[in-house]
């Protein structure tokens, strides 16, 4: 994870002085908005630009429109959020679901099922950090808008 850490702020300090992107009109963000993504792992419409990937970790900015949210999933090697832009929600299975505003940051430990996306009113930008040397992201069931909703 040393290595992901380093490489993650490499590329936040080469960035942030040569590259940014229009996402909205008037607003700036440190990353490209990247590629809509057209699998069925997300409710509503997210782009993912990777940053960094290897066998052992990746690093991408996620940017998703109000209400998007992921299906519940889990990551072997657990992932670490970034919050960068926005407000959204995070939630443990079995846990209170977490509102996330710019600047907060999520540790996930591996194998624990969760969810995150923007909240109804927001879009949500973060950078995604996984360690992939224990395995892929695990896709599971939909998020319902009863879980989406309850606590709002």
Known sequence: MKQAVVLFLSVLLLSSCCTKSILEVGRTYIFPKGEKVTNKNFTGNVWLQMLAQDEQMSIGNVTFEPG??????????????????????????????????????????????????????????????????????????????TEYHKGN
């Open 68 to 145: 998007t949210r992921t299906k519940w999933h889990l990551h072997p090697g657990g992932q670490i959020i970034l919050v960068t832009e926005g407000i959204g929600y995070y939630q443990e299975k079995g846990q209170l679901k977490k509102v996330l505003h710019k600047g907060d940051v999520i540790k996930c430990p591996p194998n624990v099922e969760h969810w995150h996306g923007a909240s109804p009113n927001s879009h949500l930008v973060h950078l995604a950090i996984s360690n992939n040397g224990k395995g892929a992201v695990v896709w599971l069931k939909p998020v319902t808008d």
